[in-house]
């Protein structure tokens, strides 16, 4: 069974920043894009950034952009987001989501699998 779980969410200050992690389980991540997205309470679900199943490719959302970075680590199965210089806007449940392709996405039905979220909190 494919599963995304997404960990490292919390509260912080205004300036701070967080790591989030998106962990694979029931299938290796390899050959899959992975996105990050999150979604405010009251608005739609919002692309964060994506990175190509290589990890040679990454593509961010210009609110993020400078502050964000994607990465990943194929041998731990795993997608990481750096949060740098959060913001209160930041504040959303942030979610990660897979395909298997090799190309970038940053479209929310381009994926198939999703995790669960996790709550990202900026407020002072």
């Known amino acids: 069974q494919l599963q995304l779980v997404e960990s490292g969410g919390g509260l912080v200050q205004p300036g701070g920043s967080l790591r989030l992690s998106c962990a694979a389980s029931?299938?290796?991540?390899?050959?899959?894009?992975i996105g990050w997205f999150r979604q405010a309470p009251g608005k739609e679900r919002e692309w964060v950034s994506s990175?190509?199943?290589?990890?040679?490719?990454?593509n961010c959302a210009d609110s993020v952009k400078g502050r964000f970075t994607i990465s990943r680590d194929n041998a731990k199965n795993t997608v990481y987001l750096q949060m740098n210089s959060l913001k209160p806007e930041d504040t959303a449940v942030y979610y990660c989501?897979?395909?298997?392709?090799?190309?970038?996405?940053?479209?929310?039905?381009?994926?198939?699998?999703w995790g669960q979220g996790t709550q990202v909190t900026v407020s002072s």
């Open positions: 989501a897979a395909r298997r392709s090799f190309s970038l996405y940053c479209i929310p039905n381009s994926y198939d699998n």
């Open positions: 029931g299938f290796t991540l390899d050959y899959y894009a």
């Open positions: 990175i190509s199943s290589s990890g040679r490719s990454t």
